[in-house]
């Protein structure tokens, strides 16, 4: 069982940078692959960026490539998105996810944060 709880959002301005943080209960977050969602008003939820177990391989989506930093530090339990260059565009509500079934995706079966608002002001 592990309990994904997200915070480092806010009010920001076009350009400004941000550090999302999702702190990971349990003994076994290592184990899993762990993604960045993101959710906008009227909008679906669409992914950000995702990182294997160990590190090393990461994905991001064609959007923030360039601008954020999908990151782990498992001696932290900790996840992190380092978001740079910052554009309204990004204003949204920002989920941590954890691949609890290994399916490589991630749905209501997996490990889900409650998100945290980021607003990109103009």
């Known amino acids: 069982q592990v309990q994904l709880v997200e915070s480092g959002g806010g009010l920001v301005q076009a350009g400004g940078s941000l550090r999302l943080s999702c702190v990971a209960s349990?003994?076994?977050?290592?184990?899993?692959?762990m993604a960045w969602f993101r959710q906008a008003p009227g909008k679906e939820r669409e992914f950000v960026s995702s990182v294997r177990w160990a590190g090393g391989r990461t994905n991001y989506a064609d959007s923030v490539k360039g601008r954020f930093t999908i990151s782990r530090d498992n001696t932290k339990n900790t996840v992190y998105l380092q978001m740079n260059s910052l554009k309204p565009e990004d204003t949204a509500v920002y989920y941590c996810?954890?691949?609890?079934?290994?399916?490589?995706?991630?749905?209501?079966?997996?490990?889900w944060g409650k998100g945290t608002l980021v607003t990109v002001s103009s």
């Open positions: 996810a954890g691949d609890r079934d290994y399916s490589g995706t991630y749905s209501a079966n997996d490990y």
């Open positions: 349990g003994r076994t977050f290592s184990v899993y692959n």
